[in-house]
């Protein structure tokens, strides 16, 4: 296994803008880095949680994949522009509880994010399955390629708190150009 191109491709698909980190510097920008990281966290375990998922039922997933994927497409569509419009109509002048930044829509992002779950089911057995079968290996993959995808949140989280200041000053534009990405990100889903 070239462990190399391994990590850069886990690394670049994590870290690459998708629904999560959207929702991750919007956390940020509205309602700060400890409301951020309680998202990134509820991220995290989804993330590792398909992972674990995929390596133990790829071959039966295979079989079951296009039923799959347009029922996650359908749902993460509708999630997603949900989450838009959150982010949009954010308004940060007033102090109340963020419903989209939380631990559980964290996790819950992760199962209805098609990006997350088309990497998650075939990162494993692109990279890790070819030359690994033994359950050890499988799951310290597993628990790499989770670690690889806290570091990426964690960096979205790092970004959104070292351009608060600038987020803030201009947080209706950042709000709305975040909402859009978020519909962008939606988008090319069906493309």
Same mark, same amino acid.
């Given at each position: 296994m070239d462990i190399t191109s391994f990590i850069i491709y886990c690394f670049i698909v994590t870290v690459t803008p998708g629904p999560t980190n959207i929702v991750i510097l919007s956390t940020v920008h509205n309602y700060g880095s400890k409301k951020a990281m309680e998202y990134t966290y509820g991220a995290t375990i989804a993330f590792g949680l398909l992972l674990g998922i995929s390596a133990m039922l790829n071959t039966v997933l295979i079989t079951v994949i296009p039923k799959i994927l347009i029922g996650m497409q359908i749902i993460g569509t509708v999630y997603m522009l949900y989450l838009s419009y959150q982010i949009y109509k954010m308004d940060t002048s007033e102090t109340k509880e963020n419903?989209?930044?939380?631990?559980?829509?964290?996790?819950?992002?992760? *199962?209805?994010?098609?990006?997350?779950?088309?990497?998650?089911?075939?990162?494993? %057995?692109?990279?890790?399955? %070819?030359?690994?079968?033994?359950? %050890?290996?499988?799951?310290?993959?597993?628990?790499?390629?989770?670690?690889?995808?806290?570091?990426? *949140?964690?960096?979205?989280?790092?970004?959104?708190?070292?351009f608060k200041k600038f987020l803030q000053k201009h947080k209706r534009v950042v709000n709305v150009v975040m909402a859009l990405s978020l519909v962008y990100a939606t988008v090319m889903i069906w493309i």
């Open positions: 419903k989209t930044g939380n631990f559980i829509s964290g996790f819950l992002t992760q *199962f209805l994010n098609p990006k997350v779950v088309l990497f998650t089911m075939t990162v494993i %057995p692109s990279f890790v399955l %070819p030359y690994y079968t033994d359950m %050890p290996a499988v799951t310290i993959s597993v628990i790499v390629i989770t670690i690889i995808g806290l570091l990426a *949140f964690i960096i979205w989280v790092l970004f959104g708190a070292i």
